[in-house]
Nanobody
Framework: QLQLVESGGGLVQPGGSLRLSCAAS????????IAWFRQAPGKEREGVSC????????MYADSVKGRFLIARDKAKNTVYMQMNSLKPEDTAVYYC????????????????????????WGQGTQVTVSS
């Protein structure tokens, strides 16, 4: 069974950068679509980025386009999310999630709407952007 562990969160000043990692065990991530979600206090969980199991399709929330980058490292069975130009509104707990079912083969708005259906979730990592 796939297990995911996030790391890389922390406290950073506005304009700074962090790289989140989502390390997998129990299966290879090659067959999974991976998505990052985040949840800030008092707010609903929202999709941040996605990388599909088929091809090299990626997708980003409008709020992070041009600042965040999701990528796979197949050798390390890990997915990373590089976060640059961080803003206070990026403060949240960040979760990675994975699913290999056909309905999530491609990154689309459906992933954002039905992300809670993803089969595997990490425990989350806190990102705080503050001066």
């Amino acid at each position: 069974q796939l297990q995911l562990v996030e790391s890389g969160g922390g406290l950073v000043q506005p304009g700074g950068s962090l790289r989140l990692s989502c390390a997998a065990s129990g299966d290879t991530l090659d067959y999974y679509t991976i998505a990052w979600f985040r949840q800030a206090p008092g707010k609903e969980r929202e999709g941040v980025s996605c990388i599909s199991s088929i091809g090299v399709s990626t997708m980003y929330a409008d709020s992070v386009k041009g600042r965040f980058l999701i990528a796979r490292d197949k050798a390390k069975n890990t997915v990373y999310m590089q976060m640059n130009s961080l803003k206070p509104e990026d403060t949240a707990v960040y979760y990675c999630a994975a699913d290999r079912s056909s309905r999530f083969s491609y990154c689309s708005a459906y992933v954002w709407r039905r992300g809670s259906d993803f089969g595997s979730w990490g425990q989350g990592t806190q990102v705080t952007v503050s001066s």
